[in-house]
């Protein structure tokens, strides 16, 4: 399954929304979708799973939405350590994928 | 704290080896991922290992040339890199899976990765 993320890049102010796409090669019947936050030097961290699970400690402003093919990552109002990369992976089928990411850079 | 640390990177030939561990600690060792990052490929699975049988299943990418095992007694994972090629540049993380269908799983630890560079 190809992930395909759309913006590449994302160009907003602290305070605004930010609305990530995860969109997939063919459509899967489970939920089975995860969202991950990266900035420079570190490794990825969980932020979603099962597509709009929330993993321990991240805050509320970040939602997860979709089903079938298409997915979305809405950070409801940007703080300024949100700027980041964002990945979206699927794990409903082997192998799992990453998509190639969303970079939200501050404008 | 849950923590996994990496070690083992390093510049390396192409058709060259490269042993890569990764240590545990603070948890019940589970079943394991390797994940590697490049900056041409983004995020790509490579391998994962059962915590019982120690089953192991590889991206095609790697198959027939890395190799992943685990020590339990030592909560440490191990990927042993053969014949390894330019492309095979990256940063390599161990992650720890929350939950997996099968091989396919998301990951809530990661270490902070070790990079292997394969240059002539």
């Known amino acids: 399954i190809v992930l395909t993320q759309s913006p590449g890049t994302l160009s907003l102010s602290p305070g605004e929304r930010a609305t990530l796409s995860c969109r997939a090669s063919?459509?899967?019947?489970?939920?089975?979708l995860a969202w991950y936050q990266q900035k420079p030097g570190q490794p990825p961290r969980l932020l979603i799973y099962?597509?709009?699970t929330r993993a321990t400690g991240i805050p509320d402003r970040f939602s997860g939405s979709g089903s079938g093919s298409d997915f979305t990552l809405i950070i409801s109002r940007l703080e300024p350590e949100d700027f980041a990369v964002y990945y979206c992976?699927?794990?409903?089928?082997?192998?799992?994928?990453f998509g190639q990411g969303t970079k939200v850079e501050i404008k | 704290e849950d923590q996994l640390v990496e070690s083992g990177g390093g510049l390396v030939h192409p058709g060259g080896s490269l042993r890569l561990s990764c240590a545990a600690s603070?948890?019940?060792?589970?079943?394991m991922n390797w994940v590697r990052q490049s900056p041409g490929k983004g995020l790509e699975w490579i391998s994962y290992?059962?915590?019982?049988?120690?089953?192991?299943h590889y991206a095609d990418s790697v198959k027939g040339r890395f190799v992943t095992s685990r020590d339990n007694a030592g909560s440490s994972l191990y990927l042993q890199m053969n014949n390894l090629r330019v492309d095979d540049t990256a940063t390599y993380y161990c992650?720890?899976?929350?939950?997996?269908?099968?091989?396919?799983?998301?990951?809530?630890?990661w270490g902070q990765g070790t990079l292997v560079t394969v240059s002539s």
């Open positions: 290992i059962s915590s019982l049988d120690k089953t192991v």
């Open positions: 063919q459509s899967f019947s489970s939920r089975r």
């Open positions: 992650a720890r899976p929350q939950y997996c269908s099968g091989s396919s799983c998301y990951d809530d630890l």
């Open positions: 992976q699927q794990y409903d089928g082997p192998p799992r994928t």
């Open positions: 099962d597509a709009s």
């Open positions: 603070g948890f019940t060792f589970s079943s």
